[in-house]
């Protein structure tokens, strides 16, 4: 009895010490998720996220007759975090970007369509690889690329973990002393003139919105082309740039925006904040706007519960392979498919790709030809093009598959077969078929898992739930055992499936590519 007790805590030490990303989901791939977002914008193996906000005036939300809404994505996506993060208590180590404000929106301090807008278009493209705070993150980062910034000025991080339940209030609003404002910031980690840099920064996009806050810009704005009421904060709602601190010194066009002009003089929080230092970190910051903007909106995002360890910054690979999949054939052979990334900029890629194979005892295999060029995207980062595969592997014993200087790690032990695999979407079954090498199963058996991006009560995002699949044997293959096995799940978008005999885990593969895979 005392020694299994002592088992439990030291395997839950083991969880707590290490990080807290979804046991079994490795660090690589929620890497190359991110990365994969950050770069394929439009065209071939695209994610809608960039689009939402370009142009930066463009309103991707979800509330009637959009195009005459008054609203801007952009502007939603960076007032976000801030909502979202300002409740942190970095001495205590909790709070920050974890998408509490989810679980938030109906607070009377968060008021608007940006908490529901943002987590409800966000939530499809999450999953095990991919947090809601990541997103979020990742939201501020193509928004300053769209409004005037620079995609390469914020690097952006993964392993932010979503909380499940709201956190504390305490959004400053227009109405909050100046003194209580500061206390709130300095709690999550901004020095005064980092604050006021951090909302200058903040409110060179959007507006204020009559239909949120008619004490403060009445209801007047009010038109059948602005239908929420929103009044521009500076002359430029739609670039991140000087003009709204230049206008708030001057005098001039808006003169800083509602939250310095409004007759209700208790609700000019903007103007109380601004002039707190005689004007010397605007004056500043209209200076160097680009660069102090970034670096705060970095700090921001990069404010994370102390359990959370952060990756290394994100950097787009000119080389990558996506949809990687294994099969293995009656007879125990096994071949490998997908797709070769290429991204570049100036110079196009050649029309096929050469590339080996390489076993754990250094046989290389010859050179093979990808097909030809099947597909083309851009983005942020540059064009890419996209190149098809499949080869027969010398296996067991092939480790990596190699081409441009790159080396793609392959493991032939145990792997998830996901063209004899199957998703039915009407039935809400996924079955999962998997090999295992049978002198690594040693007689035991074989488990699978899948992380289910499920609803969840009181937040648009969505909950990864980490569902158990039962194998059962199913044929032997040459030098492989096959497994296979069928759950119901509460969802089929968005899933990844993982197999593992005893601590032997595969990789990880998304059940879009199974067969009615989406
Ligand atoms: C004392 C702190 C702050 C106060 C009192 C405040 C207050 C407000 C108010 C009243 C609005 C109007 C919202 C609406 O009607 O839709 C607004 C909008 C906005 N705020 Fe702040 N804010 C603060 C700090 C920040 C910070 C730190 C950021 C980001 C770094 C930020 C970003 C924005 C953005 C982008 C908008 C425009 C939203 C839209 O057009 O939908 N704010 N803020
Ligand atoms: C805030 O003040 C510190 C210390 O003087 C300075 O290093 C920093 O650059 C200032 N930040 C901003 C945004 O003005
Ligand atoms: C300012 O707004 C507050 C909150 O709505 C309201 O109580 C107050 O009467 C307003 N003051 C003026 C001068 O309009
Ligand atoms: C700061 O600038 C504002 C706007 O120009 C002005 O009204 C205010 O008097 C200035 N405050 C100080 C202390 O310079
Ligand atoms: C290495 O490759 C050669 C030629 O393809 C093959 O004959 C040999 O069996 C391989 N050796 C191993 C250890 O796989
Ligand atoms: C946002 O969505 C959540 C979850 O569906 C809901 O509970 C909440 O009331 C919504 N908030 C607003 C302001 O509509
Ligand atoms: C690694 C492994 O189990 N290899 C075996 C594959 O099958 C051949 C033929 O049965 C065996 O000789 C290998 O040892």
């Not at 006021?196 to 209801?219: D, K, M, T, Y």
């Not at 739609?238 to 007759?263: A, F, I, Q, R, W």
């Not at 090999?435 to 909950?463: C, D, F, H, I, N």
């Amino acid at each position: 009895m005392k020694s299994f007790t002592l088992t439990i805590v030291s395997v839950l030490a083991l969880f707590c010490t290490t990080n807290a990303d979804f046991p079994g989901i490795d660090r690589q791939d929620m890497i190359e998720e991110m990365e994969h977002y950050l770069v394929d914008n439009a065209g071939t193996n695209s994610v809608p996220i960039v689009s939402a906000v370009s142009s930066c005036s463009n309103y991707a939300g979800f509330a009637s007759d959009p195009q005459n809404r008054g609203e801007q994505t952009s502007a939603q996506w960076v007032r976000f975090p801030f909502h979202d993060f300002v409740t942190a208590d970095v001495a205590a180590g909790t709070g920050g970007l974890d998408a509490s404000l989810g679980f938030e929106s109906d607070r009377a301090e968060n008021h608007g369509l940006f908490v529901n807008d943002t987590m409800e278009f966000l939530a499809p493209t999450m999953n095990a690889y991919i947090s809601m705070a990541d997103q979020v993150s990742l939201g501020v980062l193509v928004s300053v690329a769209e409004c005037g910034g620079n995609a390469a000025a914020i690097p952006l991080r993964v392993g932010r973990i979503d909380a499940l339940a709201a956190g504390p209030s305490g959004v400053p609003t227009p109405f909050t002393p100046i003194g209580p404002t500061l206390a709130q910031f300095a709690q999550a980690g901004f020095a005064a003139n980092e604050t006021i840099a951090l909302v200058a920064c903040g409110h060179s996009l959007g507006r204020v919105h009559a239909v949120n806050f008619p004490e403060i810009v009445g209801e007047s704005p009010i038109t059948s082309t602005n239908l929420d009421g929103g009044v521009t904060f500076d002359s430029t709602p739609t670039v991140l740039d000087p003009s709204g601190m230049n206008e708030y010194l001057t005098g001039t066009g808006s003169g800083g925006g509602p939250l310095v002009t409004t007759s209700n003089v208790s609700a000019r929080s903007d103007f109380r904040l601004f002039s707190s230092d005689n004007n010397v970190t605007i004056t500043n910051l209209a200076q160097n706007t680009g660069r102090i903007c970034s670096g705060l909106f970095e700090k921001m995002l990069n404010t994370v519960p102390s359990t959370v360890t952060l990756s290394d910054p994100i950097t787009p690979m000119p080389w990558k392979i996506v949809d990687f999949i294994m099969h293995c054939s009656p007879g125990g052979s096994v071949r490998i498919e997908g797709f070769i990334r290429a991204l570049w900029t100036t110079t196009p890629p050649p029309n096929k790709i050469t590339y080996n194979t390489v076993t754990s005892s250094g046989n290389v295999s010859r050179q093979h030809a990808s097909d030809a060029a099947s597909g083309s995207g851009s983005g942020l980062f540059g064009s890419t093009t996209y190149y098809h595969f499949v080869i027969g592997t010398d296996s067991p014993g092939t480790t990596s598959m190699n081409f441009q200087g790159y080396s793609y790690p392959i493991d032939d032990t145990i792997f998830v077969l996901p063209t004899q695999s199957t998703v039915k979407p009407d039935a809400n079954t996924i079955e999962v078929k998997a090999a295992v090498l049978t002198s690594s199963l040693a007689g035991g058996t074989m488990e699978g898992t899948l992380y289910v991006p499920e609803t969840q009560q009181g937040s648009m995002a969505k909950k990864i739930t980490m569902v158990t699949v039962p194998m059962k044997f199913l044929s032997t293959n040459g030098n492989y055992t096959l497994f296979d096995g069928l759950v119901s799940v509460s969802n089929v978008e968005g899933v990844i499936a993982k197999v593992a005999v005893g601590s032997l885990g595969s990789k990880t593969v998304k059940t879009k590519l199974f067969n009615g895979g989406i």
